[in-house]
């Protein structure tokens, strides 16, 4: 009897490292994609503060850039050492917002020897809308919603169009230090901050059906609520009603910074952040007439993955492509 040739194991997938350096934190994630999905095989992240008084000052605050500096440096050494091919950097509202942000970049691209793009608002929306089709499998009508520290991303799709991708200043740090400075929240200060929430969310929806519509909320709020809340996730996410996100925000409100670092699942350095990242998913849910949101982990890192892995299979195409022209052309010599 013969014995059959074993095939060969698949190749090992090609692993990208993806930094997000934002407001808050500096994330790495470590991956590759899989059948149209991203497959994570090391992630890490480190709060850094980088937008610790930018909506006062219209700069990034020096200590603030050296904790951000170091943390960058330390999550690309983890990204190599981690089988990372190739690590990439982005950042997003705070080097946008700053009117240093542009020679923060230079410094930390000198320094760490990775460039580091800065995403423009529409950029950024577009990462976390790819980030959640990927997630649910699915490109139907959507409404996303992405908070970060320093901006939230409002995305809304209708078959092939997106009536809506809207990149605004609602980011969780930049509004806690804007409207939330007694600890804990006064109720003056809470009305005052969804005052300017619902400007600017009305501002945007205005013209835009969303009644219809699922919406998926991603980002620091989105995955902390479903950690403080237990929730189970299936990969895409988790469905929560409206009702239990307003009981999960009383709670923060009626608690102290120093209280809200002990509640279960609630990571201590977005401790102070929390009540305005809830107040704007809630602000969103109401005007689109939302009883239950699914919250979804992914985002930024997710979406510039899927893009790196995309360029990459339309250079392999183009390569198949000319290398069969090639031998085409050489046999009808």
């Known amino acids: 009897m ?11 997938p090609r692993l990208i490292g993806v930094i997000d350096i934002g407001t808050n934190s500096v994330k790495l994630a470590v991956g590759y994609v899989a059948k149209g999905r991203v497959v994570y095989t090391y992630v890490k992240r480190e709060p850094t503060r980088l937008g610790r008084g930018l909506a006062a000052s219209g700069k990034l605050d020096v200590n603030a850039m050296r904790y951000t500096v170091r943390a960058v440096m330390r999550l690309v050494i983890d990204a190599r050492r981690n089988g990372a091919a190739e690590v990439i950097a982005v950042g997003t509202y705070a080097f946008r917002a700053a009117s240093n942000g542009e020679g923060a970049v230079r410094g ?14 529409a950029e950024e929306a577009t990462m976390v809308l790819r980030s959640v ?24 799709t209708r078959g092939r169009r997106t009536p809506l991708v809207r990149s605004v200043p609602l980011g969780a740090v930049r509004l ?64 929560v ?37 809830l107040a704007v ?19 930024v890192r997710d979406g510039v993955m899927l893009s790196v892995a995309e360029k990459a299979l339309r250079a392999r195409r183009r390569s198949a492509t000319m290398a069969r022209s090639k031998a085409a052309a050489r046999k009808g010599r």
């Open 108 to 121: 930390i691209a000198r320094v760490s020897g990775v460039p580091v793009k800065i995403l423009t608002g």
């Open 133 to 156: 089709q990927a997630r649910l499998r699915t490109k139907r009508d959507l409404m996303v919603l992405d908070i970060g520290g320093g901006s939230a991303e409002l995305i809304v």
């Open 281 to 299: 998913l809630l602000t969103v849910a109401s005007y689109a007439g939302k009883r239950s949101i699914r919250l979804i982990e992914g985002g």
């Open 2 to 12: 013969t014995a059959r040739p074993q095939s060969s194991p698949p190749p090992a």
């Open 176 to 239: 806690t230090e804007k409207f939330l400075a007694n600890d804990p929240v006064t109720v003056d200060e809470y009305l005052r901050l969804n005052e300017e929430i619902e400007r600017v969310v009305a501002g945007m929806l205005k013209n835009v059906r969303v009644r219809d519509l699922q919406l998926v909320v991603s980002g620091g709020t989105a995955t902390t609520a479903a950690s403080m809340l237990e929730l189970r996730s299936d990969g895409g996410g988790s469905t």
């Open 241 to 277: 009603s409206v009702s239990q996100l307003h009981a999960l925000e009383l709670r923060c409100l009626r608690s102290t910074t120093a209280q809200r670092k002990n509640f279960h699942g609630l990571p201590p350095d977005r401790a102070d952040i929390i009540t305005a990242g």
